[in-house]
């Protein structure tokens, strides 16, 4: 209980600012709508009643607040809103219809799976070789660096233009840039975690004239399980934005990146901000799959998550 009080303060706080910060955001278009409409909300006097009746308006029971909040196409959409767009997406769409969030999701997933799966592997070869090669860690891990400082928006265009030039489209090259953003939070809890065994611990093996293989296996690969995971959880939500962002520059039909896409283009912000919230839930559901088997791994090697 105590876990979870603060996780529900701070999303009671944030649907609370949501909830307020709809009414200035929505107001002019509400204002606007009721003009058009010949509409007045709530005349406040018996004298506002009659003069606006005397003009032939209509009278509407309610009020001008309350209109912000059932906007078609508000510039912030209420929560009741986005709900109601994902319920309807999720639950009531077969999942092979093209406005299916379900459909949506498992193309982004699977470009989010493949990439992630890639980039973990180049990630965990690279860090044991910057660990055990001195040329590696002085070449390599400064160009891993300095990779990252590349924005992802203008580098995710050039690979899917120029993997698209050779033939090679569809999944791989959102796989690819899916790669480049989770291989480097491998790489560097990797190095860290094989690198966290003390000297008492180093001395004893050599002790024991054990050889670096037995080393890697008996002590280093251990030691960096708990790190290996903290970086596997960054790096699923990386793989999974590098996937949505290799979909915008293409202009893809599906895909999470796709209902962004159609959301602004044709002025349905509902379908946005589904598309959005149903992002940030497979991130949290993919890191909480990877925090379920991190407790079960340390479980079972005797040790305690964080």
């Known amino acids: ?22 009414i200035p955001m929505n107001m002019h278009l509400t204002t606007d709508q009721a003009q058009r409409d010949g509409l007045v909300v709530t005349p406040e006097t018996p004298a506002e009643r009659q003069a606006y009746s005397g ?25 009741h809103q986005v709900g109601a767009e994902m319920w309807e997406t999720v639950f009531e769409r077969r999942v092979t219809s093209r406005r299916s969030l379900v459909y949506h999701g498992w193309v ?3 470009a989010t799976l493949v990439g992630f799966a890639i980039g973990t592997g180049l990630g965990i070869l690279l860090a044991v070789g910057i660990v055990y ?22 580098l995710a265009p050039m690979i899917i233009v120029m ?13 690819v840039i899916s790669a480049y953003l989770s291989f480097f939070p491998v790489v560097v809890g990797m190095v860290k975690g094989l690198r966290s065994p003390d000297a ?14 037995q080393g890697f296996w008996k002590l280093r690969l ?34 999470f990146g796709a209902r962004m896409l159609v959301g ?43």
């Open 108 to 110: 982004t997933l699977s």
């Open 133 to 154: 090669n001195k040329a590696m860690d002085m070449s390599v891990m400064p160009w891993a660096i300095a990779s990252q400082t590349i924005p992802i928006l203008a």
């Open 222 to 255: 251990p030691a960096s399980v708990p790190y290996l995971f903290a970086s596997l959880k960054i790096g699923i939500s990386a793989s999974l934005v590098g996937a949505i962002v290799a979909e915008l520059p293409t202009g893809a039909r599906a895909g």
């Open 163 to 175: 993997l698209g030039s050779i033939g090679i489209q569809g999944l791989f090259p959102k796989a």
């Open 264 to 306: 602004d283009q044709y002025g349905q912000p509902l379908v946005t901000w589904a598309a959005l919230f149903a992002a940030a839930i497979t991130a949290a559901a993919l890191v909480g799959f990877f925090s379920l088997i991190e407790r079960l791994t340390l479980r079972r090697m005797g040790m305690h998550a964080a």
């Open 200 to 213: 008492m611990q180093t001395d004893l093996l050599h002790t024991y004239n054990a050889s670096p293989a």
């Open 55 to 79: 003009l032939g308006l209509t009278l509407q029971n309610t009020s001008l607040i309350s209109r912000t909040y059932t906007l078609e196409r508000p510039r912030l959409p209420s929560p």
């Open 1 to 22: 209980m105590k876990s979870v009080l603060p996780i529900v303060t701070v999303v009671a706080a944030i649907l609370g600012f949501w909830v307020l910060a709809v």
